[in-house]
């Protein structure tokens, strides 16, 4: 077993995971230069609607790929509804208001969410059913390739190609970045502001779905707890690469992945956590804006 | 927030109420040479987290106690249970025990965590040593006291390093041994004595002593390690939701080392995390002998009896308080006229029988003299012993 491919290997898998977490953070902050805490738990509750669709009866026939189909999409409505309801009926209030108030609110929810998803479902975790991709491994020269590594790595990669482009080749994502430069100069130009802050919620919390639902498939279980320090993590990974940056997020994600793999299988594992903290210590001191800077449009 | 306010209130309440009952009777009747029922306490979790392993604590107990009434009691004294809930934490659990001294019982038998348990010793301590039969709590802490009133059913944590040591050493003859935690207080403890039984052996090398995050899903960098590291066995010390997830990737690794879990990695839910993984034989889990997996013709009795009662299978740990209510029976029986705490804690500690745990008898601070452990894997989809320990003899397969 060739170890050193095959840390790299996890490395990317996991930093995939905390990139597409960290785009979320990143979309949000670069319109409304503020920090949504609630968002990695935006994942669990995700995680949580794809599992409850997956215990259906009418969608237990069906073969494999097609039902986890059907409740990824589920679970991706869901979740931007669910995030379009806490926008309108407690966020928008408090943008460009307070943003004390927006922290402090988007922490409330946060735990809001673990509490309610424990009193629905429980505190014991949950188990996706066992699927072909991620029970089958093969040996690709010595390095055990799971299924789910490239579903995980083709999907988010190509969710962050998409990102770019929609950021730079529609007019939307023109807009987006208009507004990110300055709010009251977009709204003269007859940009519709609440829109596009509506849109990058919803995108947000479509990635976070699917990172629920990709995490469900491959590591199987699900739990009310899972989203907080999946958060905090891939919010220092979107730190670290340049909040507000698109390209910042998915190099910070990646480096965390690699980071934590490299801790546990070359370092110490204990350590794993305190390694990634000093890191974001670490950049922030050498680059106080991070590894890409803080992106202002005009400069994309 | 709110409702747990309610019930501490509540709970309060109902103290404050029991103890002014309980000095309302005072003189009037006298727990000890009356002649009416004999009440015994019962310490549970009946609330929080726990609450479902402290209702099987309850109908553990019961289903002694109606027997032994049924057979014309104790003398011609009936057992009247009396339980208290300690919630599975320390506030609560003084207040229960305190309530169970106030209801004058001639013993308790009973807790399921430590961390109630603990604190209503203390108080069953300075109320004259009232017997305190412990059933399911496990930390050393509770009879390296030295109160003459405790004797334990259940092992004691400190015991499982020095078994695990064993099996990994002696059993299955490693030579290079890896040991992971889980970075929580317990798991560390265990694995820190854990290394020191195996160096004591002499015969087997450590090669990786390390920790994972739980919660971060991968851990197939780690394993790897301990591969590279050139390990035969590899020991984890910590909670079964990550020993799931860990053999899950094992299996799928095959990195060609065994994975021995330890007492805390199992659990149900291992079985559907890692369906695969727990069949496999160089896969074995070290475990407690419970409710599911002990088998002898008293176990079989207690399920079928259990089953009948109250349509549903017994919990994992209601066996240690069912020989616990045993061993009281057997102490109040032995001298029915004196049970006064003074002469009770003796016979407590002198009791001598075959219980469904195995062998029960108990050295001079109250701890069992052998206590018996399991190493399980998978078979036809259930926890099934693939060997025992039992002090005597050490490790054995099962037949």
């Known amino acids: 077993m060739d170890t050193f491919i095959q840390v790299v290997l996890t490395g990317f898998t996991i930093g995939s995971f905390y990139a597409l977490v960290a785009l979320g953070y990143t979309m949000v902050y670069g319109i409304v230069r503020l920090i949504n805490f609630a968002h990695g738990d935006l994942v669990m509750v995700g995680a949580f609607f794809g599992w409850a669709l997956l215990q259906l009866d009418w969608i237990e026939g069906m073969p494999m790929l097609p039902r986890l189909i059907v409740a990824g999409a589920g679970a991706v409505v869901g979740t931007s509804l669910l995030a379009l309801v806490l926008l309108r009926t407690l966020y928008t209030r408090l943008i460009g208001r307070s943003t004390l108030g927006f922290m402090l609110v988007t922490l409330s929810v946060a735990f809001a969410l673990e509490e309610i998803v424990k009193l629905i479902f429980g505190a014991q975790q949950k188990y996706y059913p066992p699927n072909d991709l991620s029970s089958e491994t093969i040996d690709i020269g010595g390095v055990a390739v799971n299924g789910m590594d490239l579903v995980v790595i083709g999907l988010a990669g190509t969710l962050m190609v998409g990102m770019i482009w929609f950021a730079h080749r529609t007019i939307t994502g023109t807009a987006m970045r208009a507004l990110a430069v300055d709010h009251d100069a977009a709204r003269l130009m007859g940009i519709n502001v609440s829109f596009l802050i509506a849109a990058a919620f919803v995108i947000g919390a479509s990635l976070a779905a699917i990172t629920g639902i990709l995490s469900g498939t491959y590591y199987g279980r699900v739990s009310f707890d899972m989203g907080f320090a999946l958060g905090l993590k891939a919010f220092t990974a979107a730190v670290i690469g340049g909040i507000g940056n698109i390209g910042g997020a998915v190099l910070g994600g990646l480096t965390i992945g690699l980071l934590e793999a490299f801790v546990q299988g070359y370092l110490a594992g204990a350590w794993s956590d305190a390694v990634i903290f000093g890191a974001l210590i670490l950049v922030l001191y050498i680059r106080p804006s991070g590894i890409l800077g803080e992106r202002v449009a005009e400069r994309a | ?399």
């Not at chain 2, 002469?343 to 018996?372: C, M």
């Open chain 2, 1 to 399: 927030m709110n409702s747990n306010r309610a019930v501490r209130l509540g709970a309060l309440g109902l103290a404050v109420s029991t103890s002014l009952l309980g000095l309302a009777a005072c003189g009037s009747d006298d727990a000890g040479g009356g002649s009416g029922a004999i009440k015994v306490g019962v310490l549970a979790p009946m609330s929080g987290s726990v609450s479902a392993d402290g209702e099987d604590m309850v109908r553990a107990s019961k289903l002694v106690v109606e027997k032994v009434n049924a057979d014309g009691g104790i003398d011609g004294r009936k057992i009247e249970l009396v339980v208290a809930d300690d919630a599975c934490e320390a506030q609560q659990g003084t207040q229960a025990a305190q309530k169970l001294v106030t209801d004058k019982v001639v013993a308790v038998v009973g807790g399921f965590c430590s961390s109630a348990a603990l604190p209503a010793s203390e108080v069953f301590h300075r109320n004259g040593d009232l017997p305190f039969v412990a059933s399911v709590s496990s930390n050393p802490k509770l009879t390296d006291a030295k109160y003459p009133g405790i004797t334990r059913y259940i092992g004691r944590d400190d015991q499982e390093a020095p078994v695990t040591a064993d099996y990994v050493a002696d059993l299955l003859a490693s030579k290079k041994v890896a040991i992971m935690n889980d970075n929580t207080e317990y798991s560390r403890a265990v694995a820190k004595s854990l290394k020191e039984n195996i160096e004591k052996k002499g015969t087997v090398e450590i090669v990786y002593d390390d920790a994972i995050q739980p919660g971060q899903n991968d851990y197939r960098a780690a394993l790897g390690r301990v591969a590279r590291d050139g390990a035969d066995t590899l020991v984890y010390t910590g909670f079964y939701p990550e020993f799931g997830i860990l053999a899950k990737q094992w299996a799928q690794l095959k990195p060609g080392y065994r994975l021995v879990g330890g007492a805390s990695s199992i659990d149900a839910t291992v079985l559907t995390a890692a369906p695969d993984a727990v069949t496999l034989p160089d896969l074995s889990i070290i475990s407690y002998p419970t409710a599911s997996l002990i088998q002898n013709p008293q176990a079989d009795e207690f399920r079928t009896e259990y089953k009948a009662k109250y349509d549903a299978d017994p919990g994992q740990f209601g066996i240690f308080q069912h020989d616990a209510m045993q061993g009281l029976v057997a102490a109040l029986k032995a001298d029915p006229k004196k049970l006064d705490a003074k002469d009770l804690i003796k016979r407590l500690r002198d009791v001598s029988f075959e219980g469904i745990t195995g062998d029960i008898s108990f050295d001079d601070q109250g701890d069992r003299n052998a206590f018996p452990f399991l190493a399980v894997r998978s078979v036809d989809g259930k926890f099934a012993p693939a060997y025992s320990y039992s002090p005597d003899s050490g490790w054995a397969a099962t037949n």
